[in-house]
């Protein structure tokens, strides 16, 4: 069982950069994988980046533009997100995948001029 926070949301500019961290309450140094999740206004969820053993995947309106990482020791996720779009703009969900699938209660980006 873990909890995970999400933390790093804002405001910013098209063409500007944010950091997200999704911070788990446990080690998530066993989980088969983490990764994000976004969901606009009136939109389903949306599949954004995973990362498990090292291995990275990413949708493809993301990819070139974010970076998913781990640091099991800090037992934090992160999402760095460069070169931001207004349809970036959603709620971020971390997630945790376990024996069972732990969600965050995600962190809203904005990306508006």
């Known amino acids: 069982q873990v909890q995970l926070v999400e933390s790093g949301g804002g405001l910013v500019q098209p063409g500007g950069s944010l950091r997200l961290s999704c911070a788990a309450s446990g080690s998530i140094s066993s989980a088969y994988a983490m990764g994000w999740y976004r969901q606009a206004p009136g939109k389903r969820r949306e599949y954004v980046a995973s990362?498990?053993?090292?291995?990275?995947h990413y949708t493809d309106s993301v990819t070139g533009r974010f970076t998913i990482s781990r640091d099991n020791a800090k037992n934090t996720v992160y999402l760095q997100m460069d070169s931001l779009k207004p349809e970036d703009t959603a709620v971020y969900y971390c997630y945790a995948h376990l024996l069972s699938t732990y969600w965050g209660h995600g962190t809203q980006v904005t990306v508006s001029s």
């Open positions: 990362i498990s053993s090292g291995n990275t």
